[in-house]
């Protein structure tokens, strides 16, 4: 069975940074495309990064230049690096992939919260 498994959330002032992690089981990272999507209360969730088995990588505009989405040398973790935080940031992220069948799996979530 495939499990994801977040970390990394916290508070952090605004301006500063968070490395968030997704760790895998039961499945390679590597041959899928992996995101990190977020979800603020009373939002719908929304994608922020998106990385692809060859590297490409997609980001929401509001988080272009700021957030950076990685792979893992083991290819079985996913990492958001998040630069120059910013209170509307603040939401609970989730790891997320989808097979080639269209089964998505999901994180349980990791809370990010910015002060301003």
């Known amino acids: 069975q495939v499990q994801l498994v977040e970390s990394g959330g916290g508070l952090v002032q605004a301006g500063g940074s968070l490395r968030l992690s997704c760790v895998g089981s039961?499945?390679?990272?590597?041959?899928?495309?992996m995101g990190w999507y977020r979800q603020a209360p009373g939002k719908q969730r929304e994608l922020v990064a998106r990385i692809t088995g060859d590297g490409d990588t997609n980001y929401a505009d509001s988080v272009k230049g700021r957030f950076t989405i990685s792979r893992g040398n083991d290819k079985n973790t996913v990492f958001l690096q998040m630069n120059s935080l910013k209170p509307e940031d603040t939401a609970v992220y989730y790891c997320n992939l989808v097979m080639t069948n269209g089964r998505t799996y999901w994180g349980q979530g990791t809370q990010v919260t910015v002060s301003s």
């Open positions: 039961g499945i390679i990272f590597g041959r899928y495309v």
